[in-house]
C-alpha cells in the first residue's frame, strides 16, 4: 500500500506543479490538444493521468487538419465526414479514462461538418481495439439530432444553444450523479435535467470521435475533470480555449487568466465593444502561448500578430514570443458591419479628403506586448490609398489621437505596425482615389538617374525620344523597372529643336529637353513604370523669355486615372522667384537671370501611387517670335512602402539626397521629410551634422513647407535647427550638400532630433526596410572636371543706356589661361525682352550655330572650339521694343559656356560672363549749380594722403565729409536688398546679384540710373 500510495502521490503532485487549463489541475483526467501530442495512431495526454488516446487500425485514424484562420491559426483533428465508411476514432481501454463515475466534466472544442442527425464526439463506457464503430454512449457528448443544431449529453436531455456549422465552438457538460446537468456554449449556460447513475459509466473505457454515429467533426481540443467544476473554474477554462481559438464567450463575462485574478477582458469597460472577441496572449500555467490571433465569427476583417506573419501557423517557431508571463492584448469590436465610409475626424483631415470605416475597436492591454503587427482586410471599404490606422483613448477618436500608415500587401490586405502602452480604441481609414494602385512595397527608395540614363542611351535614345527597360532595384513584388522615359512631339513634331541632341543629360544629373514656342502645340514628356510607386522629384526653368512663359502641367497616372502631386517651391519665395503654383500647373511669371536655379525650380511629390508621371509642356504665348524653352527633369526617387518604427511620440525623419550617387563636381538636395503620425503640432529641434568630405552649400536652405519657424545654423558640416514646429502629417526640408573631395567615397549621413514635449531623442531613418533607424548613405563619385578657374568671361556693351530701335553692340571675351585648347564646348546666349542679332562676328572662337542668329534673339553655337589666349565675339544687336515689352526695365544679357557639356561635370564647368542690365535712356537733363559765396565748411575728412593741404578738410565747401586718396576706392555696403531686414528711406548697398548702386525710396529698391536731377 506505501508504494501505491507513492505512486499516486507522485502524479497528483506532478499535475499540480505542471501546467493545466486555465490553472485548474483538480481532478484533471484528460487533456488533448491538437497542437501537441498528435499522430493519426496516438493522441498523448497532457492530464498526467496518462488517458492517451490510440487508434492501431489504419483506416480509422484520425487526421491532422493544418492551421488556418478558421482554427484561430491552431490544428484541429479530423475525425471524418458523415459516412460510416469514414467513421474515425481513437479509445482508451476499459478501466480509463476516471477511476469512479461519480462526477464529469468534459470541454471541448468542436466543429461540426453536419447536423442532421446524431453525431458523436466524445462517449464513456465502451472501447474496442478493432476497425468495428461500437458504442460508448453512457453518456456521450453528441449532435442534437432533435434541434440539428446544439450539442446533447445523451441519453440525457441535457443540451447547449445552437451553434453554427463549420465553426468552432467550445462545448462543455458539467455534473454529479443525481445532480443537476450544467452545460455551455461559448459559454452561454444552460442548465437541467439530472444525471441518473445508470447514464454514467465513465472508467469503463471512452471513444473520441465516430461510433455507429459518426463524428463527422473537427476536434481541436479535449479536456476532462474527475468532478464537477465550480463556475469560477470553468470561466478560466473557457477563458484560455477563448483566447487561443478565438471564439467570444457570450457577454457580458470577463475574461479570466489562470492565476484566476488577471482580467483580461473587462467586459464592463464598454458594453458596446464586448463583440468578436479575440487577442494574443502568454498564459505559462495553462501553456497559452497565442501569437496570433483573429476573431473566428463572420465578419472578421482585423488579425493580429507578434510577428509581421499573417500565415503561418501560430506555433511557427519564427514569431516572436510574448515576453512576460501574464500578457494579453485582447480586441472587441462595435460590431458596426456597414460598409458605407464617414469623414476622419477634423484635427487628421484638414482638406476633408480622409475617411473613416464606421467600425470600431476596443483594445486591453495587461502588461507589455511590445510592437504588434495588424492586418485589416478593408476590400469592402471605399478607401483604397494612403490608408492608415487611429488610435485614440476613446471611441469617438478625439483625445490623444494618432495615425499609423499602412502598407498594402497585394492581396490587398492593409499591415500596421504599433506597440499598445495602455488601453485604446483603433479603427482604420484613407482616401478614396480613383484607380487601385497598390504602391510596391520593401521599404526601399530607390533612384532613376534621368541625366545619367540619357547619357547612358547615346545616340539611339536622342534619335527616337525614349530610353526603356531600365532597372531600378527588386521590392517584395519582384524587379522594378522604369518601363520607358519619352519625349513626345507628336502633337507638331516642329516644335522640336535638334532631335539629334535633346533630350540629354544637363550639369551632370539633370535632363534637359528643348521645344520652340512659336506654337500652341503641346510637348509631352512622361516616364513609365512596371510597378505603382510613390515618387519626388524636382523640375526647373519655369520662367519667361521674351515675354512667353513656360506652362508645365504635372500629373500622375494610377489605372488610367489622374493622380495630382503636391507642389511646392525649390526655394523660398521672393522677388526673384521666376513662376507661381496653381494646383498642379506652373506658370512662368519672370525670366531667369543668372541667379541659383533654385530659384525656377519645383519640388514635385507624388504621395499617392502611381505608374505613370508626365509634365505637359505649353507656352504662354505673348508674341509670335520663334524662341525656345526647356524643361530640366531631375533625378525621380522612388519610394517603396514600409511600416514605420512604433514610437513613443510618432514623429519620424526619412533622410535622403535627391541625387545619388553624385558626382563629387556636383550638388545634391538633402531630403529630409518630417512626418508627425499625431493630431496635434509637435515641437523638434534637430542636429544633423555631415562627416567630413561633405559641406553644406550656404543659403540653400528651404522650408516652404514649413513657413514662419525658426531658421537653421548651418556651415560647412554643422547643421542645427531648434524649435521646429511640426504640423500633423508630413512636410519636407531641403538644403543643399556638395562633396569637398574628389575621390570615390560613400557617406553615412543621419540626423539626431528630439521632441520637445518629452525630451525624447531619436535618429532619421534612411532605410525603412531595415528594422531601426538606419544612417542616409550618399555615394560619392569622383568627376573629372575642367578646372574653370582658369577661364574669364567679360561681357562689355558699347553704350550705357538705350532705346527702343537702337542698334547696340555687344563684345565678349573669352580668355583660356589652361595652357590647353578646349573642343566641343557650347555657347549660349538667349537675347531677352526682344534683341534681335543683326550681325556678328568671332574672332579666334570658332562654332556651328545651332540655327541662323541673324534676324533671331538666339545665339547658340554648339562643337565650340576655344583657343589658348584671348578670343572675341562682336554681336550687333537691335534693341527693337525691347523696353516697351519690359515696361522700361533694364534689359537683360549673359552669355554662358558649358566647357565640357557632355561631362558629369558639366554643371561645374560651366562659365558665364556678368549680367548685363542695360537702363533706358530717359532724356539725360541737368541743372546749373548753385553759386555765391559758401555758407559752411566740411568739418570730418578721411585722407590717404601723408601730406594734408593746410586747413583741410575746411577748404571744401559745404560738405559733411570729405573723402580723399590716390589709390583707395570708397566701399559700401556690399549685399542683396532681400536680406536687408529693415530698410529705411535713403538708405544705400551695391546689390552684388542686380550688380548696381541700389537705393531704397521708403517703399522699394531700385538701381540708380542717370536721369534728370530735378
Given at each position: 500500500?506505501?508504494?501505491?500510495?507513492?505512486?499516486?502521490?507522485l502524479?497528483?503532485?506532478?499535475?499540480?506543479?505542471?501546467?493545466?487549463?486555465?490553472?485548474?489541475?483538480?481532478?484533471?483526467?484528460?487533456?488533448?490538444?491538437?497542437?501537441?501530442?498528435?499522430?493519426p495512431?496516438?493522441?498523448?495526454?497532457?492530464?498526467?493521468?496518462?488517458?492517451?488516446?490510440?487508434?492501431?487500425?489504419?483506416?480509422?485514424?484520425?487526421?491532422?487538419?493544418?492551421?488556418?484562420?478558421?482554427?484561430?491559426?491552431?490544428?484541429?483533428?479530423?475525425?471524418?465526414?458523415?459516412?460510416?465508411s469514414?467513421?474515425?476514432?481513437?479509445?482508451?481501454?476499459?478501466?480509463?479514462?476516471?477511476?469512479?463515475?461519480?462526477?464529469?466534466?468534459?470541454?471541448?472544442?468542436?466543429?461540426?461538418?453536419?447536423?442532421?442527425?446524431?453525431?458523436?464526439?466524445?462517449?464513456?463506457?465502451?472501447?474496442?481495439?478493432t476497425?468495428?464503430?461500437?458504442?460508448?454512449?453512457?453518456?456521450?457528448?453528441?449532435?442534437?439530432?432533435?434541434?440539428?443544431?446544439?450539442?446533447?449529453?445523451?441519453?440525457?436531455?441535457?443540451?447547449?444553444?445552437?451553434?453554427?456549422?463549420?465553426?468552432?465552438?467550445?462545448?462543455?457538460?458539467?455534473?454529479?450523479?443525481?445532480?443537476?446537468?450544467?452545460?455551455?456554449?461559448?459559454?452561454?449556460?444552460?442548465?437541467?435535467?439530472?444525471?441518473?447513475?445508470?447514464?454514467?459509466?465513465?472508467?469503463?473505457?471512452?471513444?473520441?470521435?465516430?461510433?455507429?454515429?459518426?463524428?463527422?467533426?473537427?476536434?481541436?481540443?479535449?479536456?476532462?475533470?474527475?468532478?464537477?467544476?465550480?463556475?469560477?473554474?470553468?470561466?478560466?477554462?473557457?477563458?484560455?480555449l477563448?483566447?487561443?481559438?478565438?471564439?467570444?464567450?457570450?457577454?457580458?463575462?470577463?475574461?479570466?487568466?489562470?492565476?484566476?485574478?488577471?482580467?483580461?477582458w473587462?467586459?464592463?469597460?464598454?458594453?458596446?465593444?464586448?463583440?468578436?472577441?479575440f487577442?494574443?496572449?502568454?498564459?505559462?500555467n495553462?501553456?497559452?502561448?497565442?501569437?496570433?490571433?483573429?476573431?473566428?465569427?463572420n465578419?472578421?476583417?482585423l488579425?493580429?500578430?507578434?510577428?509581421n506573419?499573417?500565415?503561418?501557423?501560430?506555433?511557427?517557431?519564427?514569431?516572436?514570443?510574448?515576453?512576460?508571463?501574464?500578457?494579453?492584448?485582447?480586441?472587441?469590436?462595435?460590431?458596426?458591419?456597414?460598409?458605407?465610409?464617414?469623414?476622419?475626424?477634423?484635427?487628421?483631415?484638414?482638406?476633408?479628403?480622409?475617411k473613416?470605416?464606421?467600425?470600431?475597436w476596443?483594445?486591453?492591454?495587461?502588461?507589455?506586448?511590445?510592437?504588434?503587427?495588424?492586418?485589416?482586410?478593408?476590400?469592402?471599404?471605399?478607401i483604397?490609398?494612403?490608408?492608415?490606422?487611429?488610435?485614440?483613448?476613446?471611441?469617438?477618436?478625439?483625445?490623444n489621437?494618432?495615425?499609423?500608415?499602412g502598407?498594402?500587401?497585394?492581396?490587398?490586405k492593409?499591415?500596421?505596425?504599433?506597440?499598445?502602452?495602455?488601453?485604446?480604441?483603433?479603427?482604420?481609414?484613407?482616401?478614396?482615389?480613383?484607380?487601385?494602385?497598390?504602391?510596391?512595397?520593401?521599404?526601399?527608395?530607390?533612384?532613376?538617374?534621368?541625366?545619367?540614363?540619357?547619357?547612358?542611351?547615346?545616340?539611339?535614345?536622342?534619335?527616337?525620344?525614349?530610353?526603356?527597360?531600365i532597372?531600378l532595384?527588386n521590392?517584395?513584388?519582384?524587379?522594378?523597372?522604369?518601363?520607358?522615359?519619352?519625349?513626345?512631339?507628336?502633337?507638331n513634331?516642329?516644335?522640336?529643336?535638334?532631335?539629334?541632341?535633346?533630350?540629354?543629360?544637363y550639369r551632370?544629373?539633370?535632363?534637359?529637353?528643348?521645344?520652340?514656342?512659336?506654337?500652341?502645340a503641346?510637348?509631352?514628356?512622361?516616364?513609365?513604370?512596371?510597378?505603382?510607386?510613390?515618387?519626388?522629384?524636382?523640375?526647373?526653368?519655369?520662367?519667361?523669355?521674351l515675354?512667353?512663359?513656360?506652362?508645365?502641367?504635372?500629373?500622375?497616372?494610377?489605372?488610367?486615372?489622374?493622380?495630382?502631386?503636391?507642389?511646392?517651391?525649390g526655394?523660398?519665395?521672393?522677388?526673384?522667384?521666376?513662376?507661381?503654383?496653381?494646383?498642379?500647373?506652373?506658370?512662368?511669371?519672370?525670366?531667369?537671370?543668372?541667379?541659383?536655379?533654385?530659384?525656377?525650380?519645383?519640388?514635385?511629390v507624388f504621395?499617392r501611387?502611381?505608374?505613370k508621371?508626365?509634365?505637359?509642356?505649353?507656352?504662354?504665348?505673348?508674341?509670335?517670335?520663334?524662341?525656345?524653352?526647356?524643361?530640366?527633369?531631375?533625378?525621380?526617387?522612388?519610394?517603396?512602402?514600409?511600416?514605420?518604427?512604433?514610437?513613443?511620440?510618432?514623429?519620424?525623419?526619412?533622410?535622403?539626397?535627391?541625387t545619388?550617387?553624385?558626382?563629387?563636381?556636383?550638388?545634391?538636395?538633402?531630403?529630409?521629410?518630417?512626418?508627425?503620425?499625431?493630431?496635434?503640432?509637435?515641437?523638434?529641434?534637430?542636429?544633423?551634422?555631415?562627416?567630413?568630405?561633405?559641406?553644406?552649400?550656404?543659403?540653400s536652405?528651404?522650408?516652404?513647407?514649413?513657413?514662419?519657424n525658426?531658421?537653421?545654423?548651418?556651415?560647412?558640416?554643422?547643421?542645427?535647427?531648434?524649435?521646429?514646429?511640426?504640423?500633423?502629417?508630413?512636410?519636407?526640408?531641403?538644403?543643399?550638400?556638395?562633396?569637398s573631395?574628389?575621390?570615390?567615397?560613400?557617406?553615412?549621413?543621419?540626423?539626431?532630433?528630439?521632441?520637445?514635449?518629452?525630451?525624447?531623442?531619436?535618429?532619421?531613418?534612411?532605410?525603412?526596410?531595415?528594422?531601426?533607424?538606419?544612417?542616409?548613405?550618399?555615394?560619392?563619385?569622383?568627376?573629372?572636371?575642367?578646372?574653370?578657374?582658369?577661364f574669364?568671361?567679360?561681357?562689355?556693351i558699347?553704350?550705357?543706356?538705350?532705346?527702343?530701335?537702337?542698334?547696340i553692340?555687344?563684345?565678349?571675351?573669352?580668355?583660356?589661361?589652361?595652357?590647353?585648347?578646349?573642343?566641343?564646348?557650347?555657347?549660349?546666349?538667349?537675347?531677352?525682352?526682344?534683341?534681335?542679332?543683326?550681325s556678328?562676328?568671332?574672332n579666334?572662337?570658332?562654332?556651328?550655330?545651332?540655327?541662323?542668329?541673324?534676324?533671331?534673339?538666339?545665339?547658340?553655337?554648339?562643337?565650340?572650339?576655344?583657343?589658348?589666349?584671348?578670343?572675341?565675339?562682336?554681336?550687333?544687336?537691335?534693341?527693337?521694343?525691347?523696353?516697351?515689352?519690359?515696361n522700361?526695365?533694364?534689359?537683360?544679357?549673359?552669355?554662358?559656356?558649358?566647357?565640357?557639356?557632355d561631362?558629369?561635370?558639366?554643371?561645374?564647368?560651366?562659365?558665364?560672363?556678368?549680367?548685363?542690365?542695360?537702363?533706358?535712356?530717359?532724356?539725360?537733363?541737368?541743372?546749373?549749380?548753385?553759386?555765391?559765396?559758401?555758407?559752411?565748411?566740411?568739418?570730418?575728412?578721411?585722407?590717404?594722403?601723408?601730406?594734408?593741404?593746410?586747413n583741410?578738410?575746411?577748404?571744401?565747401?559745404?560738405?559733411?565729409?570729405?573723402?580723399?586718396?590716390?589709390?583707395?576706392?570708397?566701399?559700401?555696403?556690399?549685399?542683396?536688398?532681400?536680406?536687408?531686414?529693415?530698410?529705411?528711406?535713403?538708405?544705400?548697398?551695391?546689390?552684388?546679384?542686380?550688380?548696381?548702386?541700389?537705393?531704397?525710396?521708403?517703399?522699394?529698391?531700385?538701381?540708380?540710373?542717370?536721369?534728370?536731377?530735378?
Amino acid at each position: 500500500m506505501k508504494r501505491l500510495f507513492i505512486l499516486i502521490y507522485l502524479i497528483i503532485n506532478f499535475t499540480i506543479q505542471g501546467q493545466s487549463p486555465g490553472g485548474v489541475n483538480q481532478g484533471l483526467r484528460i487533456w488533448l490538444k491538437a497542437n501537441e501530442g498528435f499522430s493519426p495512431g496516438s493522441w498523448i495526454d497532457h492530464s498526467g493521468a496518462g488517458n492517451t488516446f490510440t487508434q492501431s487500425n489504419n483506416s480509422r485514424q484520425p487526421f491532422l487538419q493544418k492551421p488556418s484562420p478558421k482554427n484561430n491559426f491552431n490544428p484541429s483533428v479530423d475525425f471524418g465526414t458523415n459516412s460510416r465508411s469514414d467513421g474515425r476514432f481513437m479509445v482508451v481501454p476499459s478501466g480509463r479514462p476516471y477511476i469512479n463515475n461519480a462526477a464529469n466534466t468534459v470541454l471541448l472544442m468542436v466543429s461540426a461538418k453536419d447536423f442532421r442527425r446524431y453525431h458523436d464526439y466524445i462517449g464513456f463506457g465502451g472501447t474496442t481495439t478493432t476497425a468495428r464503430l461500437t458504442q460508448a454512449n453512457v453518456p456521450v457528448v453528441t449532435n442534437n439530432s432533435q434541434s440539428d443544431t446544439s450539442v446533447q449529453l445523451y441519453p440525457t436531455r441535457a443540451q447547449t444553444s445552437r451553434r453554427t456549422l463549420n465553426k468552432n465552438h467550445l462545448v462543455d457538460f458539467s455534473y454529479s450523479v443525481g445532480r443537476t446537468i450544467t452545460s455551455g456554449l461559448d459559454g452561454r449556460n444552460n442548465s437541467g435535467p439530472s444525471m441518473p447513475s445508470r447514464s454514467s459509466r465513465l472508467g469503463s473505457g471512452a471513444i473520441l470521435g465516430s461510433q455507429p454515429e459518426v463524428a463527422a467533426a473537427d476536434i481541436s481540443e479535449v479536456i476532462s475533470f474527475q468532478r464537477e467544476l465550480s463556475q469560477s473554474e470553468k470561466n478560466r477554462i473557457r477563458s484560455y480555449l477563448a483566447v487561443k481559438y478565438g471564439v467570444t464567450l457570450s457577454q457580458p463575462q470577463n475574461y479570466i487568466a489562470s492565476d484566476g485574478l488577471t482580467v483580461s477582458w473587462n467586459s464592463g469597460r464598454n458594453q458596446n465593444f464586448n463583440n468578436n472577441i479575440f487577442g494574443i496572449a502568454k498564459d505559462t500555467n495553462t501553456a497559452l502561448d497565442q501569437n496570433i490571433s483573429n476573431s473566428i465569427n463572420n465578419g472578421n476583417i482585423l488579425t493580429v500578430a507578434t510577428s509581421n506573419d499573417f500565415a503561418s501557423p501560430n506555433a511557427t517557431g519564427s514569431r516572436r514570443a510574448l515576453a512576460v508571463d501574464k500578457t494579453f492584448l485582447m480586441f472587441g469590436d462595435n460590431n458596426n458591419t456597414a460598409t458605407s465610409v464617414i469623414n476622419a475626424p477634423q484635427a487628421i483631415n484638414p482638406n476633408g479628403d480622409r475617411k473613416r470605416i464606421p467600425r470600431v475597436w476596443q483594445v486591453e492591454r495587461t502588461n507589455e506586448s511590445g510592437s504588434i503587427w495588424l492586418q485589416a482586410d478593408l476590400a469592402a471599404y471605399a478607401i483604397n490609398t494612403n490608408i492608415f490606422m487611429m488610435v485614440a483613448d476613446d471611441e469617438d477618436f478625439q483625445t490623444n489621437l494618432i495615425i499609423v500608415p499602412g502598407i498594402t500587401n497585394s492581396d490587398g490586405k492593409v499591415v500596421f505596425n504599433y506597440a499598445f502602452t495602455k488601453n485604446r480604441y483603433i479603427t482604420f481609414g484613407g482616401e478614396v482615389a480613383e484607380g487601385n494602385c497598390i504602391q510596391c512595397t520593401g521599404g526601399k527608395t530607390f533612384k532613376f538617374r534621368t541625366g545619367f540614363s540619357w547619357r547612358q542611351a547615346g545616340q539611339s535614345g536622342r534619335s527616337s525620344n525614349e530610353i526603356s527597360n531600365i532597372l531600378l532595384g527588386n521590392t517584395s513584388q519582384g524587379p522594378l523597372r522604369v518601363v520607358r522615359m519619352v519625349s513626345d512631339y507628336t502633337e507638331n513634331p516642329s516644335i522640336e529643336y535638334r532631335p539629334r541632341v535633346y533630350p540629354r543629360m544637363y550639369r551632370g544629373t539633370w535632363v534637359i529637353t528643348r521645344r520652340y514656342d512659336n506654337t500652341n502645340a503641346v510637348a509631352r514628356h512622361f516616364v513609365e513604370f512596371n510597378q505603382s510607386v510613390k515618387a519626388r522629384f524636382q523640375i526647373s526653368n519655369i520662367n519667361t523669355y521674351l515675354r512667353n512663359g513656360n506652362l508645365f502641367t504635372v500629373k500622375g497616372y494610377c489605372d488610367g486615372k489622374v493622380v495630382y502631386p503636391k507642389i511646392t517651391y525649390g526655394y523660398p519665395v521672393n522677388n526673384r522667384t521666376t513662376f507661381k503654383i496653381d494646383g498642379n500647373l506652373l506658370t512662368g511669371i519672370r525670366p531667369f537671370r543668372g541667379f541659383t536655379y533654385l530659384y525656377s525650380t519645383a519640388n514635385i511629390v507624388f504621395d499617392r501611387p502611381v505608374q505613370k508621371i508626365e509634365v505637359e509642356c505649353r507656352v504662354n504665348r505673348v508674341n509670335a517670335r520663334r524662341t525656345l524653352r526647356s524643361l530640366t527633369w531631375g533625378d525621380i526617387a522612388v519610394e517603396c512602402a514600409a511600416n514605420p518604427e512604433p514610437s513613443e511620440d510618432n514623429v519620424y525623419i526619412y533622410q535622403s539626397f535627391s541625387t545619388n550617387p553624385v558626382y563629387s563636381c556636383n550638388e545634391t538636395t538633402m531630403i529630409m521629410k518630417i512626418v508627425n503620425n499625431n493630431s496635434v503640432n509637435k515641437t523638434i529641434s534637430i542636429i544633423n551634422n555631415l562627416p567630413s568630405g561633405l559641406n553644406y552649400v550656404s543659403n540653400s536652405y528651404n522650408d516652404s513647407e514649413l513657413p514662419g519657424n525658426p531658421q537653421p545654423a548651418y556651415n560647412n558640416q554643422s547643421f542645427v535647427l531648434n524649435n521646429l514646429v511640426v504640423p500633423t502629417g508630413q512636410h519636407t526640408l531641403y538644403v543643399n550638400v556638395k562633396p569637398s573631395n574628389n575621390i570615390d567615397h560613400t557617406y553615412q549621413t543621419q540626423a539626431d532630433f528630439t521632441v520637445s514635449n518629452t525630451g525624447n531623442t531619436y535618429k532619421s531613418d534612411g532605410d525603412a526596410s531595415i528594422p531601426g533607424y538606419q544612417a542616409s548613405p550618399l555615394e560619392v563619385l569622383a568627376g573629372q572636371e575642367i578646372d574653370a578657374s582658369k577661364f574669364k568671361l567679360t561681357k562689355l556693351i558699347n553704350v550705357s543706356c538705350g532705346a527702343n530701335n537702337q542698334k547696340i553692340t555687344y563684345k565678349l571675351t573669352i580668355e583660356n589661361n589652361s595652357g590647353a585648347a578646349i573642343a566641343g564646348a557650347n555657347l549660349e546666349e538667349n537675347l531677352e525682352d526682344g534683341q534681335t542679332i543683326l550681325s556678328y562676328t568671332m574672332n579666334g572662337i570658332t562654332g556651328t550655330p545651332a540655327v541662323n542668329p541673324v534676324g533671331s534673339t538666339i545665339f547658340h553655337l554648339n562643337d565650340v572650339n576655344i583657343p589658348v589666349g584671348t578670343s572675341t565675339i562682336d554681336m550687333v544687336v537691335d534693341i527693337q521694343d525691347s523696353y516697351t515689352n519690359n515696361n522700361n526695365s533694364p534689359i537683360f544679357s549673359q552669355f554662358i559656356i558649358e566647357l565640357d557639356p557632355d561631362s558629369v561635370c558639366s554643371g561645374s564647368s560651366t562659365i558665364s560672363s556678368e549680367p548685363i542690365f542695360l537702363p533706358v535712356c530717359k532724356g539725360i537733363c541737368t541743372k546749373d549749380p548753385a553759386k555765391g559765396i559758401p555758407n559752411d565748411i566740411t568739418r570730418i575728412g578721411i585722407s590717404g594722403h601723408t601730406n594734408l593741404q593746410a586747413n583741410w578738410p575746411a577748404t571744401v565747401p559745404n560738405g559733411f565729409i570729405a573723402l580723399e586718396s590716390k589709390n583707395k576706392g570708397f566701399v559700401i555696403t556690399r549685399t542683396t536688398s532681400d536680406k536687408i531686414g529693415k530698410p529705411v528711406e535713403g538708405m544705400l548697398i551695391f546689390d552684388t546679384d542686380d550688380k548696381c548702386f541700389k537705393l531704397y525710396n521708403g517703399s522699394t529698391w531700385n538701381c540708380i540710373t542717370r536721369t534728370c536731377n530735378d
